[in-house]
T-cell receptor, first 113, second 115 residues
Framework: GNSVTQMEGPVTLSEEAFLTINCTYT??????LFWYVQYPGEGLQLLLK?????DKGSNKGFEATYRKETTSFHLEKGSVQVSDSAVYFC????????????FGQGTELSVKP | DSGVTQTPKHLITATGQRVTLRCSPR?????VYWYQQSLDQGLQFLIQ???????AKGNILERFSAQQFPDLHSELNLSSLELGDSALYFC??????????????FGPGTRLTVL
């Protein structure tokens, strides 16, 4: 079946550290890939997306590249801030399934000053 | 602000009861998606409506039902509630074209507590 696997959290970093959150997927067909972020007490916000292989999504200093050969979509940021503390969800959709999102389990990030 | 509204924000009820959660999509969006977020199951897709018609179904219990009205708002009805139904329920909208994998915009969620 179609699924998303994320690295387990929580991830604790110091401010200005480099961030990587791993995400791999299994899908029949060609998925679109997303990273969503959930701040404490809030809903999910789209962080970035990529719709085809080798596309790079980027937003607010975060980046992720759609790697078909390794079925991965790892999230990176060069220098994290305390305000980046949140839960990050990797997700995919498949065109022939109406666009429903299949989520990974989420990775909690805590950034300390 | 995503433009998706959900009411109520919090709901506390007892086992065996029935509740209705409401969602208004962003202006112009035809699709509404419902998701359940719980500690043990994570984020799970429940059901999708597109322009009033059911489009896709996920892990939705038979005790749960939904509909989308002509003005495109949607309601999720949960009946015969059990303790395990306690969760955060999100509505998302998007997909101005049927089957589109475009961005989904999430509402703030309704936190349901079943006592």
């Amino acid at each position: 079946g179609n699924s998303v696997t994320q690295m387990e959290g929580p991830v604790t970093l110091s401010e200005e550290a480099f961030l990587t959150i791993n995400c791999t997927y299994t899908a029949t067909g060609y998925p679109s890939l997303f990273w969503y972020v959930q701040y404490p007490g809030e809903g999910l916000q789209l962080l970035l997306k990529a719709t085809k292989a080798d596309d790079k999504g980027s937003n607010k200093g975060f980046e992720a590249t759609y790697r078909k050969e390794t079925t991965s979509f790892h999230l990176e940021k060069g220098s994290v801030q305390v305000s980046d503390s949140a839960v990050y969800f990797c997700a995919l959709t498949l065109y022939n399934q109406g666009g429903k999102l299949i989520f990974g389990q989420g990775t909690e990030l805590s950034v300390k000053p | 602000d995503s433009g998706v509204t959900q009411t109520p924000k919090h709901l506390i009820t007892a086992t065996g009861q029935r509740v209705t959660l409401r969602c208004s999509p962003r202006s112009g969006d035809l699709s509404v998606y419902w998701y359940q977020q719980s500690l043990d199951q994570g984020l799970q897709f429940l059901i999708q409506y597109y322009n009033g018609e059911e489009r896709a179904k996920g892990n939705i219990l038979e005790r749960f039902s939904a509909q989308q009205f002509p003005d495109l708002h949607s309601e999720l009805n949960l009946s015969s509630l059990e303790l395990g139904d306690s969760a955060l329920y999100f509505c998302a909208s998007g997909g101005r074209l049927a089957g589109n994998t475009d961005t989904q915009y999430f509402g703030p969620g309704t936190r349901l507590t079943v006592l």
